[in-house]
C-alpha cells in the first residue's frame, strides 16, 4: 500500500530524537555506509563537498531563506536510509553525484520511505513524477534502486546545467529547471526556498557522519596490533 506524502518536504516533519536517539541514528547510518565508505571517499568529498554545502547554503539562506543548521536525523530515519545504502553507494558513484546529496534528498523527499507518493502524483524515494521517471529510463518508478537510479540521473543533469551549483540544482529538483531558469535562479516559491537550505543541511549532516566514518576507518588501519596479541 503506497504512503501517502502530503508536503513534499516532509521530512522536516519527524521529531527531533534525543541525545541517545540522535547518536543511535548516526551509528546505524555509519554502520550502513561504513563497507562502502572506501569506494565513495572521492564522490563523497565531491572536491570539496562539504564546505560547498555550507557555503551555497549560507549564501541562499542569506538572500532568500531563512537560515538552517545541521538537520538531526531520526533512527526511523536511519532505519529506512540503511536499507538502501548500497543503492546509493552504487547510483552515486556511476552518475558522480555526492553520496550525502543524493542520500539527503532521499530523506526530505520521502523520509526515506520507499512507497511514498505525494498528491501530486510524485512517487518513490526521490520522489520521482512519471515524466521525469520515464526522461531518465526508469520503467518501474516504485523499484528503489530504479527510482534512486533516476533521481540521481536527475540531480547530475541538473548539476551538469548549472555548472555544480548544488543550489540551483536542487531548486530545478524541486520546481523544475524550466522555472530555475525562467526565474534566473531559485524561483520564488515559499516550498523551493525552504527546500532548498532544508537539503543542503540534511547533506551537511551526513557529509559530517560520513567523514567520522572514514577517519575511524584511517585510525583503524594506523592502528598496528602485536604479533602476539590474541583475537577476540
Given at each position: 500500500m503506497?504512503?501517502?506524502?502530503?508536503?513534499?518536504?516532509?521530512?522536516?516533519?519527524?521529531?527531533?530524537?534525543?541525545?541517545?536517539?540522535?547518536?543511535?541514528?548516526?551509528?546505524?547510518?555509519?554502520?550502513?555506509?561504513?563497507?562502502?565508505?572506501?569506494?565513495?571517499?572521492?564522490?563523497?568529498?565531491?572536491?570539496?563537498?562539504?564546505?560547498?554545502?555550507?557555503?551555497?547554503?549560507?549564501?541562499?539562506?542569506?538572500?532568500?531563506?531563512?537560515?538552517?543548521?545541521?538537520?538531526?536525523?531520526?533512527?526511523?530515519?536511519?532505519?529506512?536510509?540503511?536499507?538502501?545504502?548500497?543503492?546509493?553507494?552504487?547510483?552515486?558513484?556511476?552518475?558522480?553525484?555526492?553520496?550525502?546529496?543524493?542520500a539527503?534528498?532521499?530523506?526530505?523527499?520521502?523520509?526515506?520511505?520507499?512507497?511514498?507518493?505525494?498528491?501530486?502524483?510524485?512517487?518513490?524515494?526521490?520522489?520521482?513524477?512519471?515524466?521525469?521517471?520515464?526522461?531518465?529510463?526508469?520503467?518501474?518508478?516504485?523499484?528503489?534502486?530504479?527510482?534512486?537510479?533516476?533521481?540521481?540521473?536527475?540531480?547530475?543533469f541538473?548539476?551538469?546545467?548549472?555548472n555544480?551549483?548544488?543550489?540551483?540544482?536542487?531548486?530545478?529538483?524541486?520546481?523544475?529547471?524550466?522555472?530555475?531558469?525562467?526565474?534566473?535562479?531559485?524561483?520564488?516559491?515559499?516550498?523551493?526556498?525552504?527546500?532548498?537550505p532544508?537539503?543542503?543541511?540534511?547533506?551537511?549532516?551526513?557529509?559530517?557522519?560520513?567523514?567520522?566514518?572514514?577517519?575511524?576507518?584511517?585510525?583503524?588501519?594506523?592502528?598496528?596490533?602485536?604479533?602476539?596479541?590474541?583475537?577476540?
Amino acid at each position: 500500500m503506497a504512503i501517502s506524502v502530503k508536503n513534499r518536504p516532509n521530512a522536516q516533519t519527524h521529531a527531533n530524537t534525543t541525545t541517545d536517539g540522535r547518536g543511535a541514528a548516526k551509528s546505524r547510518v555509519r554502520t550502513s555506509f561504513s563497507s562502502v565508505m572506501g569506494h565513495t571517499k572521492g564522490v563523497a568529498d565531491g572536491g570539496g563537498f562539504g564546505r560547498q554545502v555550507q557555503e551555497q547554503g549560507q549564501r541562499r539562506a542569506v538572500r532568500h531563506t531563512r537560515p538552517q543548521q545541521k538537520k538531526n536525523i531520526t533512527k526511523e530515519q536511519a532505519t529506512r536510509l540503511a536499507k538502501y545504502a548500497p543503492m546509493i553507494m552504487s547510483s552515486a558513484k556511476r552518475n558522480n553525484v555526492p553520496v550525502p546529496l543524493v542520500a539527503a534528498v532521499i530523506l526530505q523527499e520521502s523520509g526515506a520511505q520507499a512507497k511514498a507518493v505525494s498528491p501530486a502524483g510524485a512517487k518513490g524515494l526521490m520522489q520521482l513524477m512519471p515524466g521525469t521517471a520515464r526522461r531518465f529510463g526508469v520503467r518501474d518508478i516504485m523499484d528503489p534502486a530504479q527510482n534512486i537510479e533516476g533521481g540521481t540521473k536527475y540531480l547530475r543533469f541538473l548539476m551538469d546545467r548549472y555548472n555544480g551549483r548544488m543550489d540551483l540544482a536542487l531548486a530545478g529538483y524541486n520546481a523544475g529547471e524550466h522555472n530555475v531558469d525562467k526565474h534566473g535562479g531559485i524561483p520564488p516559491f515559499a516550498e523551493t526556498r525552504n527546500y532548498v537550505p532544508s537539503v543542503l543541511a540534511y547533506a551537511d549532516t551526513l557529509y559530517h557522519i560520513f567523514r567520522g566514518t572514514e577517519r575511524m576507518q584511517t585510525v583503524a588501519s594506523a592502528v598496528t596490533i602485536p604479533a602476539n596479541a590474541r583475537k577476540v
